[in-house]
T-cell receptor, first 113, second 112 residues
Framework: DAGVIQSPRHEVTEMGQEVTLRCKPI?????LFWYRQTMMRGLELLIY????????DSGMPEDRFSAKMPNASFSTLKIQPSEPRDSAVYFC???????????FGSGTQLSVL | GEDVEQSLFLSVREGDSSVINCTYT??????LYWYKQEPGAGLQLLTY?????DMKQDQRLTVLLNKKDKHLSLRIADTQTGDSAIYFC????????????FGQGTTLQVKP
């Protein structure tokens, strides 16, 4: 298996623009997680899905952030409008089922100028 | 609440043993994990231990769990320069949803 696949690897955009991050979980995994990593705050869980249904989005910073999982093999995290403080590495992770170990993608390095 | 604490930095010489420590708060966590993050990469699952175990050994890695003190450690024997990375401790939390609670990460520097 190719593992969790994220795209793009790097994204540079200007403040106010819409940003869409993409994730393909490992085939057969039922749970998908979006994390954000910054030097100041470390790793933060933004939202997670189980069987394509959002279970906990309490980590989503504000209404500018939204996430979808239209099917078992694809998820998006959208920021609209983006702000410089959104600059971070965004990781997607999946697990076979909740409570099982997580497998992470390589991340998307987002820079908002 | 759930919280995981780690020291931020550890420096060792190549060939020595490294011990990275972690404390956690949720005694009902079923699993405790160690992840490794190399520069520019995602987190890689290194090893994990089930909460009813005291020790787990996997080649150069030894995980020790003290449930009474809520203390977890990762020992790397014969540390190599390729082991230089950030090591994250994580607990599964009481709900076992897979919503891992991560520590801040310990940067391991291995000097030749």
């Amino acid at each position: 298996d190719a593992g969790v696949i994220q795209s793009p690897r790097h994204e540079v955009t200007e403040m106010g623009q819409e940003v869409t991050l993409r994730c393909k979980p490992i085939s057969g995994h039922n749970s998908l997680f979006w994390y954000r990593q910054t030097m100041m705050r470390g790793l933060e869980l933004l939202i997670y899905f189980n069987n394509n249904v959002p279970i906990d989005d309490s980590g989503m910073p504000e209404d500018r952030f939204s996430a979808k999982m239209p099917n078992a093999s694809f998820s998006t995290l959208k920021i609209q409008p983006s702000e410089p403080r959104d600059s971070a590495v965004y990781f997607c992770a999946s697990s076979f089922q909740t409570g099982e170990k997580l497998f992470f993608g390589s991340g998307t390095q987002l820079s908002v100028l | 609440g759930e919280d995981v604490e780690q020291s931020l930095f550890l420096s060792v010489r190549e060939g020595d043993s490294s011990v990275i420590n972690c404390t956690y708060t949720d005694s009902s966590s079923t699993y405790l994990y160690w992840y490794k993050q190399e520069p520019g990469a995602g987190l890689q699952l290194l090893t994990y231990i089930f909460s009813n175990m005291d020790m787990k050994q996997d080649q150069r890695l030894t995980v020790l769990l003290n449930k009474k003190d809520k203390h977890l450690s990762l020992r790397i024997a014969d540390t190599q320069t390729g082991d230089s990375a950030i090591y994250f401790c994580a607990e599964s939390g009481s709900s076992n949803t897979g919503k891992l609670i991560f520590g801040q990460g310990t940067t391991l520097q291995v000097k030749p």
